[in-house]
């Protein structure tokens, strides 16, 4: 991926797609690591930009973390 300057979100939006992952599997992993639980509905809006704030952003930095994880892992 091209290190330009993304958001969080993009680069959510840019590594599900990149890596052929849905949203239904970020969802899971994301609810393994988060204290509490995330909702489709809130993952959905963040991603879509509709939702903003400390709790979106805390999603969205959750995202990153185990998307960069799972690509470390997979050894690409």
Known sequence: M??????NRQKVKVLLDEYC???????????????VPVP?????S???GQRGGERSEE???ACVSVLERYIERMGR
């Open 2 to 7: 091209d290190e330009m300057k993304l958001t």
């Open 46 to 48: 963040a991603l879509a």
């Open 40 to 44: 489709k509905s809130t993952l959905s």
């Open 21 to 35: 992952l849905t949203q239904k599997w970020l969802l899971r992993e994301i609810n393994k690591v988060m204290v």
């Open 59 to 61: 999603v969205l930095t």
